[in-house]
């Protein structure tokens, strides 16, 4: 009769709950976590009630990684508990969501990686791996290299506090006796009136020590290296977000992430990841 009528086969939610998913996933994979969390917010509020227990699942993990990804170690590993344990209730063998089993996986490895952040070389792993998020995912390379040079400032500073030494409030006698008046004098902060080492002078006690008790280590393979961990330093300087007025790249990234894990005899495969979300 040539009037025009619309019919809904399915409820007009599903369909835009299918292009805030895509978004969603975009958001995360690109390392904006915080985004993806409050989108996810959104879709929880309107999906039906049968759907809501799943995304907010999902939205405490990805609150996780977010939360992980700025370093707040103890509340994302809460939050991966608690979304870990209702996802895998939804996501049961017999239903439709075992697609979610790879991502429950990931999320368990990289819970028990946070349960022990604090163990060995592991939180200077987890720096390097934000490095790398931020130069690979955001292209935000002057930030990551901001975070290689905080590596090598906190590797020193791990090596040192196996002496017993706090690069940030230098007790003389555990230094050195050869290296100690130097030290006091040239690192002595008068306005926090203590013995302050910056990342150079870290490396240099580790250096005496290992030579006063006849061992190679860390120090003594920075001095070897000195040339090429210099240039990086140089690149912390230079930034824009420092003390320069230069934007760095990603080929200054890569050069610098190279040199960084060979004196750190650290293997790529051995940083913590996270994982693609495909929802």
Same mark, same amino acid.
Request: overall charge neutral; hydrophobic content about 35%; proline content about 4%.
């Given at each position: 009769?040539?009037?025009?009528?619309?019919?809904? =086969?399915?409820?007009?939610? !599903?369909?835009?709950? #299918?292009? !805030?998913?895509?978004?969603?996933?975009?958001?995360?994979?690109?390392?904006?976590?915080?985004?993806?969390?409050?989108?996810?917010? #959104?879709?929880?509020?309107?999906?039906?009630?049968?759907?809501?227990?799943?995304?907010?699942?999902?939205?405490?993990?990805?609150?996780?990684?977010?939360?992980?990804?700025?370093?707040? +170690?103890?509340?994302?590993?809460?939050?991966?508990?608690?979304? #870990?344990?209702?996802?895998?209730?939804?996501?049961?063998?017999?239903?439709?969501?075992?697609?979610?089993?790879?991502?429950?996986?990931?999320?368990?490895?990289?819970?028990?990686? =946070?349960?022990?952040?604090?163990?060995?070389?592991?939180?200077?792993?987890?720096?390097?791996?934000?490095?790398?998020?931020?130069?690979?995912?955001?292209?935000?390379?002057?930030?990551?290299?901001?975070?290689? *040079?905080?590596?090598?400032?906190?590797?020193?500073?791990?090596?040192?506090?196996? +002496? /017993?030494?706090?690069?940030?409030?230098? &007790?003389?006698?555990?230094?050195?006796?050869?290296? &100690?008046?130097?030290?006091?004098?040239? *690192?002595?902060?008068?306005?926090?009136?203590?013995?302050?080492?910056?990342?150079?002078?870290? +490396?240099?006690?580790?250096?005496?020590?290992?030579?006063?008790?006849?061992?190679?280590?860390?120090?003594?393979?920075?001095?070897?290296?000195?040339?090429?961990?210099? $240039?990086?330093?140089?690149?912390?300087?230079?930034?824009?977000?420092?003390? /320069?007025?230069?934007?760095?790249?990603?080929?200054?990234?890569? $050069?610098?992430? $190279?040199?960084?894990?060979?004196?750190?005899?650290?293997?790529?495969?051995?940083?913590?990841?996270?994982? /693609?979300? !495909?929802?």
């Amino acid at each position: 009769n040539g009037e025009e009528k619309a019919y809904f =086969l399915n409820n007009p939610w !599903e369909e835009l709950a #299918y292009q !805030e998913r895509k978004k969603i996933n975009l958001l995360f994979n690109t390392a904006r976590y915080r985004t993806a969390k409050e989108r996810l917010e #959104y879709c929880q509020e309107r999906v039906p009630d049968n759907s809501k227990p799943f995304f907010s699942a999902l939205k405490d993990l990805v609150e996780g990684y977010y939360l992980w990804d700025i370093f707040k +170690y103890r509340p994302a590993l809460h939050k991966f508990n608690k979304g #870990y344990r209702d996802l895998k209730l939804i996501c049961s063998p017999l239903a439709e969501n075992h697609s979610y089993f790879p991502l429950l996986s990931h999320v368990e490895q990289n819970a028990r990686f =946070l349960e022990k952040i604090h163990e060995g070389l592991n939180i200077v792993l987890d720096l390097l791996a934000n490095a790398l998020r931020r130069a690979r995912l955001e292209n935000k390379y002057d930030d990551a290299i901001i975070r290689l *040079y905080r590596t090598l400032e906190l590797r020193a500073e791990l090596e040192l506090g196996n +002496y /017993g030494i706090n690069p940030s409030d230098v &007790r003389l006698d555990l230094v050195p006796s050869r290296l &100690r008046n130097y030290i006091q004098e040239k *690192y002595f902060n008068k306005n926090q009136n203590k013995v302050m080492l910056p990342l150079y002078g870290s +490396y240099q006690v580790l250096k005496e020590i290992e030579k006063e008790r006849g061992q190679e280590g860390l120090g003594q393979r920075f001095f070897a290296q000195e040339k090429e961990l210099q $240039q990086i330093m140089g690149l912390r300087n230079s930034s824009i977000l420092t003390h /320069g007025k230069n934007f760095l790249d990603e080929n200054k990234f890569h $050069q610098a992430y $190279q040199v960084i894990i060979n004196f750190l005899e650290i293997s790529q495969e051995n940083l913590p990841t996270f994982p /693609g979300l !495909e929802i």
